[in-house]
T-cell receptor, first 112, second 116 residues
């Protein structure tokens, strides 16, 4: 049990729609990172938020955006969904940007 | 660009036998190296990490890994596997402990199957 919870666990959307995924970090963790894990692949870094500001970003387009709130919750928003966005989305919280990552169980997104 | 290669997609091992999972990395500087385990429906759990010091690193659940700079390898080992070790194993590399603002780069994973 990592203390990191994600909701919903599963989600089905249609191409072109928008989606919001939610993450609740461990209490006291001021950093959250998001990863995309496609079927049969390892996780890919989307971005990191530190003290409510985007702190770093992987090779993902601007339609992937995020928010981090003072109450240790955060969101991943994806606009204009594409079929290739179907994946498991993992959030991970840490005490600092360089701290040990604690992963949630993920949200499985299917885009039809 | 940094990359991680896990050459074995699937590995089958008998319960009680020894295990070695291979990992090769490409990185421009001295990297942080990690092994994570993912069970079905679960997130990733850190088994161990390496940055400097003793090249043999001990982790949780009886796992260890050996860093070999000359071979750019960071192989995971366990002397005797248990049925509960069946899972997906990921090797990862990063510039900072925990990934930092650049995140971690993961391999594609090795699926471990345990035979009774």
């Amino acid at each position: 049990e990592t203390g990191v919870t994600q909701s919903p666990t599963h989600l089905i959307k249609t191409r072109g729609q928008q989606v919001t995924l939610r993450c609740s970090s461990q209490s006291g963790h001021n950093t959250v990172s998001w990863y995309q894990q496609a079927l049969g692949q390892g996780p890919q870094f989307i971005f990191q938020y530190y003290r409510e500001e985007e702190n770093g970003r992987g090779n993902f387009p601007p339609r992937f955006s995020g928010l981090q709130f003072p109450n240790y919750s955060s969101e991943l928003n994806v606009n204009a969904l594409e079929l290739d966005d179907s994946a498991l989305y993992l959030c991970a919280s840490s005490l600092l940007p360089e701290g040990k990552l604690f992963f949630g169980s993920g949200t499985q997104l299917s885009v039809l | 660009a940094q990359s991680v290669t896990q050459p074995d997609i699937h590995i089958t091992v008998s319960e009680g036998a020894s295990l070695e999972l291979r990992c090769n990395y490409s990185y421009g500087a001295t990297p942080y190296l990690f092994w994570y385990v993912q069970s079905p429906g679960q997130g990733l759990q850190l088994l161990l990490k390496y940055f400097s010091g003793d090249t043999l690193v001990q982790g949780i659940k009886g796992f260890e890994a050996e860093f070999k700079r000359s071979q750019s390898s960071f192989n995971l080992r366990k002397p005797s596997v248990h049925w509960s070790d069946a899972a997906e194993y990921f090797c990862a590399v990063g510039a900072r402990s925990g990934g930092g603002a650049d995140g971690l780069t993961f391999g594609k994973g090795t699926h471990l199957i345990i035979q009774p």
